[in-house]
């Protein structure tokens, strides 16, 4: 079975499949500066993508993606439009409330970007109490895949942005969107309060581009989906089965 994409199903499909008993997969992502070879849909891009396989292979309903997020870090680079986190979690809950209200069973959240997670982890308390179980996934495994498929070295630990892993996920989910030939890595030196104080990125990284995005490929870019995918449906099968959905 395939999923019922809200972008190209009518509300009287989406009213069979909740009847029969759904589960809905929201994409989180961002509208922010990905260097000067990747779109600022990035996340948004990678999110909404790899929730269209996760809810293929669940037969569930995916719904529009959130195309923007806090972005905070990112907003001195032109094109960045963030969002605040009230903003964020306000609309998470929203759109968990409707599907409440129509009868869905359970939400899935597919999140594309760091800064999302505190605003994300609110609203799903928030859900789940209200009644929506919400299973929050943030690309389960990307470490491990990332060490074992990619050539470079992350910026940082476990910090994937505009990179190799972020290049080779949208080789695979947007080809045409990716200008490898602008690519250039960058390893900036992280000022020694990072992460424990706030901070805009341009200050102290001018291209945006966090690790080395050249050896990136389409196959390892499939690779990386394949490995979050799998993580993914094991999570969800737990998650569903505490749940009894
Ligand atoms: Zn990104």
New binding site residues.
């Given amino acids: 079975m395939s999923a019922a994409d809200f972008s190209r199903t009518p509300w009287v499909d989406v009213a069979e499949r909740i009847e029969r008993g759904a589960l809905a997969v929201l994409a989180i992502g961002a509208c922010e500066q990905?260097g000067a070879h990747l779109p600022l849909t990035?996340?948004t891009d990678m999110a909404h993508g790899v929730g269209r396989r996760l809810a293929d292979d669940l037969d569930a309903l995916l719904l529009p993606p959130i195309t923007y997020g806090d972005a905070w870090t990112a907003s001195a680079y032109p094109g960045t439009i963030s969002i605040s986190p009230r903003t964020l979690q306000a609309m998470i809950e929203d759109i968990g409330h409707e599907l409440l209200r129509m009868g869905v069973q359970g939400l899935i959240i597919v999140n594309?970007?760091f800064g999302n997670r505190e605003p994300m982890l609110l609203a799903a308390r928030r859900l789940t109490t209200a009644g929506l179980p919400v299973c929050h996934l943030d690309y389960p495994g990307l470490e491990r895949l990332a060490g074992d498929i990619c050539e470079s070295a992350p910026a940082g630990p476990g910090f994937y942005?505009?990179d190799e892993v972020?290049t080779a996920i949208m080789l695979a989910i947007a080809p045409d969107s990716v200008d490898i030939a602008r690519a250039e890595p960058s390893y900036p030196q992280f000022p020694p309060t990072f992460g424990s104080e706030p901070m805009q990125f341009r200050d102290f990284n001018p291209s945006g581009v966090f690790g080395d995005p050249r050896p990136a490929t389409r196959d390892k870019g499939e690779a990386l989906i394949a490995g979050i995918l799998g993580e993914s449906l094991k999570l969800v099968a737990a998650w569903r089965a505490r749940h009894g959905i």
Avoid: L
């Fill in positions: 990905h990035t996340d594309g970007h942005h505009a972020e």
